[in-house]
Structures are given as structure tokens and as C-alpha cells.
């Protein structure tokens, strides 16, 4: 890690042996044997007392992310523990997610209203869209969403949203634009089903799918899933 006005990881290279003085800290690839000259380069650095983190841990403290490669199993159930003991951090989001919500449904209530007559005059259909999704540890929670597309646009089964999708209905794109369609989940929060922030919640159908592209990915779901995604 270079001494600078802003944090830079660097790659290991020979000449760091030379000159450590100008580096603030070793972090370490925890799923690597270091060979000689990377344990004389630690021996080093433990004499002039300069940090020394795992890679995982410098992302997380100087980043605020982990990349997914970075995981481990332990990393995780390490991290599943420190939420447990945080109980009293836990009633203070849960009261802020109450208030929130609440607050936020009473100020909009009159736009739902109208968003309601809207898609009611526009074709005629059902003006909510339910749907099942995967939730806090693992177990399906029914989500309601103002409905944005034509009626039974998925009647060939689910499928990805996409740009421009031809199913979305006029008042649904400026809806979705705006968020609106998503203020019914705001009556899940209040139930304690969900957040207002945290993983999104999707279908089994795609948890399945984006299980097998990324590692650990149902590990998302040991905390509650949001109405606003992490991103």
C-alpha cells in the first residue's frame, strides 16, 4: 500500500524488498503460501511496524466492499456471528425502517392513488402485481408491486426485464423510472418481511440461475432483503 494523498493497492513486485520506507502496509492474499523473499518482505515490515491485513480485510476497511472473489466460508460465518451480536444495531434499523415507511406511505398515498386510476383506465387490469421471491433466510415472501406491464406479460413463464421491453406499459416506464411501483413493498417493511434497504429479493427461478455464476450468492439472504438494493 503506497504512502499518498489516496489509498492505492499495488501488485507485489522484487523491488519492495528495497524499499519498504515508502510503503504504509503489506496486505496479504490469505489464500496463498507466501514463498522466501515474501516472508523476508514480512519480516521486514513487522520490524518497522507497518500494517499488515488480508486482502479481504484492506477491501472491506478502505473500500467498504468485499469482491466476491475474496470470499471464504469462514469469512462469512464470521461475519453471520458479529450480526447476531448486534441486536441493539438491529432494533434501531428495524424502528427506523418502521417509521420510515410509515411516514413515506402517508406522504404518498395520493400518488399511489392516482398512479392506481391511471393503470385502471389505461387497460383495464389489475392495478398490483404480486409476485413469490426469496427472502430472510432463505424462506419466500409474497412482494407487491404496482404493475408497470401489460396484463399476463408472462404467460411463456419468467423472464428478465430488458431495455426497452415492448410488455411495459406507457404509465408503467414512468413509473418505474420514478419508483413509484415500488411503494405497496413499503407495507412488507412494516411487516418485518423486509428493509428498506438491503438485497433486492428475486425469484427462485432466477436465484437458481445467478447461484451458479456467483459464489455464495444465497448467502445474501441472512440478512432482509430491501426495497433499495445495496448498489
Known sequence: VKRKKSLELIRYAEDLFFDINNIDGIAIDENLEPNFNQEN???????????IISISQWTEKY??????????EDLLNNFTLKLKKRKFSMIIKRSGDI?????????????????AISIWLQDRGPIFYKQTRSGFNN???KIYKIRTMQDNSE???PQWSTYNDTRITRIGRFLRITRIDELPQLFSVIKGE???IGPRPEREEIDLELENQINFYKKRYIVKPGISGWA
Do not use: Q
Request: proline residues 4%.
Open 41 to 51: 518482505l514480512l519480516k521486514k515490515s513487522h520490524k518497522k511496524n507497518l500494517l
Open 63 to 72: 473500500l467498504e466492499i468485499i469482491p466476491n472473489e475474496l470470499l471464504s
Open 99 to 115: 417509521v420510515i415507511s410509515s411516514f413515506l406511505i402517508f406522504i404518498t398515498s395520493p400518488v399511489i392513488i392516482l398512479s
Open 139 to 141: 424462506k419466500t415472501l
Open 155 to 157: 404467460r411463456d413463464g
Open 194 to 196: 423486509m428493509s428498506l
